[in-house]
Nanobody
């Protein structure tokens, strides 16, 4: 069974940057596509980005396209989400998730989830 742990969240001013990490253990990491989701208070969970297991294909929600970049290092069992030009509406708890057959922002396609890391974009 795959375990996922997110890190890198925090408080940042609008226009700033953060890099989130999703560290995996417990199973063969490079079998899985990895996605990032977020949930703001009072809002539904939103698929933000995902990356395929091997060939580097990526997906971004329109709301983050051009500002966020997802990468993975299979040797380190880690996926990164570089977030630039952050806006107040990016404030949310960010979760990473893994699924062998997952793609895009459909949460039901992902089998394993981390506990989340809080990102707050505020003055």
């Amino acid at each position: 069974q795959l375990q996922l742990v997110e890190s890198g969240g925090g408080l940042v001013q609008p226009g700033g940057s953060l890099r989130l990490s999703c560290a995996a253990s417990g199973a063969t990491f490079d079998y899985y596509a990895i996605g990032w989701f977020r949930q703001a208070p009072g809002k539904e969970r939103e698929g933000v980005s995902c990356i395929s297991a091997h060939d580097g294909r990526t997906y971004y929600a329109d709301s983050v396209k051009g500002r966020f970049t997802i990468t993975r290092d299979n040797a380190m069992n880690t996926v990164f989400l570089q977030m630039n030009s952050l806006k107040s509406e990016d404030t949310a708890v960010y979760y990473c998730a893994a699924g062998v057959w997952a793609w895009g922002g459909e949460a039901q396609d992902y089998d394993y989830w981390g506990q989340g890391t809080l990102v707050t974009v505020s003055e």
